[in-house]
T-cell receptor, first 114, second 110 residues
Framework: DAEITQSPRHKITETGRQVTLACHQT?????MFWYRQDLGHGLRLIHY???????NKGEVSDGYSVSRSNTEDLPLTLESAASSQTSVYFC?????????????FGPGTRLTVT | DAKTTQPPSMDCAEGRAANLPCNHS???????VYWYRQIHSQGPQYIIH???NNETNEMASLIITEDRKSSTLILPHATLRDTAVYYC???????????FGSGTRLQVQP
């Protein structure tokens, strides 16, 4: 079955380190998204991509970067981790050609920056 | 994207219908109404969407008022597994990210 996976599921890192969170989907979807969710709040958009070599900034993109070299993967990099980036990160994908009505979310990565 | 307003929390008895309201008075003609839910610490899950007509699928029904300024998500026979935060989102189709508000925390009581 097609799916969307994230790794690692849990990560503890130190302030100033570079961290990369992986997202992999097997639906061959055009669109991929990264969101973060802080305790007790809704999800906020970090970056998104509408296809290979396409990336766009979302609402809270400062301190994050993404690259899209193939259809299946959209890794999220924290260039220099800060305590304010402690959060749960969700990746999602959707298909433009069928109207993009349903986004499929991964299980999330819980990141702690100490 | 239009702004939505939802009650912060609701309770429902197990086996009864859960009716979750959403106001979106500034919705535009080309914007859809979407419902997602998030069960504790999991990724959000798509439930249903609609433009003008009422919609039903295996999970829920969506009732949209004639003026499209409000909608109601109906879970016909709520179970304990339906306890979650439910998000009402309004946006155009095709390639746009979702804008999540605070949602409604539904607690299904045994």
């Amino acid at each position: 079955d097609a799916e969307i996976t994230q790794s690692p599921r849990h990560k503890i890192t130190e302030t100033g380190r570079q961290v990369t969170l992986a997202c992999h989907q097997t639906w061959n979807h055009n669109n991929m998204f990264w969101y973060r969710q802080d305790l007790g709040h809704g999800l906020r958009l970090i970056h998104y991509s509408y296809g290979v070599q396409d990336t766009n900034k979302g609402e809270v993109s400062d301190g994050y970067s993404v690259s899209r070299s193939n259809t299946e993967d959209l890794p999220l990099t924290l260039e220099s981790a800060a305590s304010s980036q402690t959060s749960v990160y969700f990746c999602a994908s959707s298909e433009f050609r069928t109207g993009d009505h349903e986004q499929y979310f991964g299980p999330g990565t819980r990141l702690t920056v100490t | 994207d239009a702004k939505t307003t939802q009650p912060p929390s609701m309770d429902c008895a197990e086996g009864r219908a859960a009716n979750l309201p959403c106001n979106h008075s500034t919705i535009s003609g080309n914007e859809y109404v979407y419902w997602y839910r998030q069960i504790h610490s999991q990724g959000p899950q798509y439930i249903i969407h609609g433009l003008k007509n009422n919609e039903t699928n295996e999970m829920a029904s969506l009732i949209i008022t004639e003026d499209r300024k409000s909608s109601t998500l109906i879970l016909p026979h709520a179970t304990l597994r339906d306890t979650a935060v439910y998000y009402c989102i309004v946006r155009v189709a095709r390639g746009r990210a979702l804008t999540f508000g605070s949602g409604t925390r539904l607690q299904v009581q045994p």
